[in-house]
T-cell receptor, first 111, second 114 residues
Framework: KQEVTQIPAALSVPEGENLVLNCSFTDSAIYNLQWFRQDPGKGLTSLLLIQSSQREQTSGRLNASLDKSSGRSTLYIAASQPGDSATYLC??????????FGTGTRLLVSP | GAVVSQHPSRVICKSGTSVKIECRSL??????MFWYRQFPKQSLMLMAT?????????EQGVEKDKFLINHASLTLSTLTVTSAHPEDSSFYIC??????????FGSGTQLSVL
C-alpha cells in the first residue's frame, strides 16, 4: 500500500528565505507526482506535476525534483513571500489518476 | 482555465439527516470524478471514483450505502451522506478529470454534523 509522508509538518520562516519541503513515498511504481497548495477551507491548486520519467519541474520561484528510485521529492521555494503561506501537499498518482496524498506541510511566511 | 464548482462550501446538519454535495464541471466534460475526504490533521483520502453513467467504485473501508454517489451527466456528480453522524464530519472535496486527462479540484465542502 502506497504511503506518502511529508516533512516537516509545519514550517515558519521570515520573508525572503529559501526553503525546502520534503515528500517521500513507499512504492516507486508511480505515474507522476504533484505538488499542490491548499488554502484554509479551500480547494487545491496544482503547482507542479512531475512525470515519472522526469527529474524536475520549475515554475517561477518553485522548483520540484523527483527521485523515483529513492521515493523522494522536494519542493524548493525561492525568496519566500507572505502570500506563500498555505499548506503544501504532495500526491502520487498510482494509476488512473487515483492520488495518494501526504499529510502536508503548513507553511507560514512572516513579513 | 477549467473550473470545478462544488456546493455547498459549508454545511451544518443534525445527526441522522442526509446531506447532498454537488460537484459540477463548468466548462468541460468530466469523464471521471473523484471524491476525497480529509479529517482534521490528516491527509486527503480517496473515497470513490465515478464514471458518467456507471456505478461508483468505492475504496476499501468506505460504505457505499452511506455515501451515495451519482454521476448522471458529464458535468455533474453528487455525493450524498445518508444518515449523517458526528464521525462523518469532515472536509469533502471532488476532482474532475477532463478528456485530456487533466485533473481539476473543487473548492471543498466542510461538513459538520451535530
Amino acid at each position: 500500500k502506497q504511503e506518502v509522508t511529508q516533512i516537516p509538518a509545519a514550517l515558519s520562516v521570515p520573508e525572503g528565505e529559501n526553503l525546502v519541503l520534503n515528500c517521500s513515498f513507499t512504492d516507486s511504481a508511480i505515474y507522476n507526482l504533484q505538488w499542490f497548495r491548499q488554502d484554509p477551507g479551500k480547494g487545491l491548486t496544482s503547482l507542479l506535476l512531475i512525470q515519472s520519467s522526469q527529474r524536475e519541474q520549475t515554475s517561477g520561484r518553485l522548483n520540484a525534483s523527483l527521485d523515483k528510485s529513492s521515493g523522494r521529492s522536494t519542493l524548493y521555494i525561492a525568496a519566500s513571500q507572505p502570500g506563500d503561506s498555505a499548506t503544501y501537499l504532495c500526491a502520487v498518482d498510482t494509476g488512473f489518476q487515483k492520488l495518494v496524498f501526504g499529510t502536508g506541510t503548513r507553511l507560514l511566511v512572516s513579513p | 482555465g477549467a473550473v470545478v464548482s462544488q456546493h455547498p462550501s459549508r454545511v451544518i446538519c443534525k445527526s441522522g439527516t442526509s446531506v447532498k454535495i454537488e460537484c459540477r464541471s463548468l466548462d468541460f466534460q468530466a469523464t471521471t470524478m473523484f471524491w476525497y475526504r480529509q479529517f482534521p490533521k490528516q491527509s486527503l483520502m480517496l473515497m470513490a471514483t465515478s464514471n458518467e453513467g456507471s456505478k461508483a467504485t468505492y475504496e476499501q473501508g468506505v460504505e457505499k450505502d452511506k455515501f451515495l454517489i451519482n454521476h448522471a451527466s458529464l458535468t455533474l456528480s453528487t455525493l450524498t451522506v445518508t444518515s449523517a453522524h458526528p464521525e462523518d464530519s469532515s472536509f469533502y472535496i471532488c476532482s474532475a478529470r477532463s478528456w485530456e486527462e487533466k485533473l481539476f479540484f473543487g473548492s471543498g465542502t466542510q461538513l459538520s454534523v451535530l
